[in-house]
Structure formats: structure tokens, C-alpha cells
């Protein structure tokens, strides 16, 4: 099972961009996906997450900009960015607790990470 994150880019300050996160292999299931941000020097935050049903949550610092969503047939999530800020700039990362077929609980995998850099 792995998790493969495509769409950073740059991009000027009130851009948007969108990135995807795909999961693949043997799957039986997924439970919550997030979508988390590190900024050179900084932790790693929580940018956003959605349940399994469909019901999102988002950082103070992205609300109303930022919309995650899934397609669980696809087993993707996404991240539509918009009025993006040059505090946004950071590599971010997906990440999703995923049940393996045949395996008993849920783990937790991260993506690569893609950079997103606002700038002028």
C-alpha cells in the first residue's frame, strides 16, 4: 500500500492549485484522510481532514480557502487551494488510515509530499 500526492507547484499569491492523493495496492479500506503542511523550519501542521462519510475539517489558518475532498472509489483525496497566501508555502503531505486486505487494524501511510510555493 502506498500513497502518491501530485499538484504542488508555484504559483503567485491569490492563485489556486489543487492536489490529489491517490492510495494504491491491496486495499480492503479507508478510514480518515488529512492533508498536513511543513514550512521550512517549522512542524509539521494539520492543514485538513475528511472522514470515510464525507464530513471535512480544516485548520483555523486555511478555512474558506481550502476544501478537501474524496472520491473513495478512487480511493483520492484532494485539496483545492484558493487566495493562497505566501504563508502558505510548504511541502505538503497526504496521509490516510488504511486497513490492508487480509490485515486486522488500520495503519497510517504518508505520501511523499509535493512543494507548494506562493510567490510572486
Known amino acids: 500500500v502506498q500513497l502518491q500526492a501530485f499538484g504542488g507547484g508555484l504559483v503567485q499569491p491569490g492563485g489556486s492549485l489543487r492536489l490529489s492523493c491517490a492510495a494504491s495496492?491491496?486495499?480492503?479500506?479507508?478510514?480518515?484522510m488529512h492533508w498536513y503542511r511543513q514550512a521550512p523550519g517549522k512542524q509539521r501542521d494539520l492543514v485538513a481532514i475528511i472522514t470515510k462519510g464525507g464530513i471535512p475539517n480544516y485548520a483555523d489558518s486555511v478555512k474558506g480557502r481550502f476544501t478537501i475532498s474524496r472520491d473513495n472509489a478512487k480511493n483520492t483525496v484532494y485539496l483545492e487551494m484558493n487566495s493562497l497566501k505566501p504563508e502558505d508555502t510548504a511541502v505538503y503531505y497526504c496521509n490516510a488510515a488504511i486497513l490492508p486486505l487480509g490485515a486486522r487494524y488500520y495503519r497510517s501511510y504518508w505520501g511523499q509530499g509535493t512543494l507548494v510555493t506562493v510567490s510572486s
Open positions: 495496492g491491496t486495499i480492503f479500506s479507508i478510514n480518515d
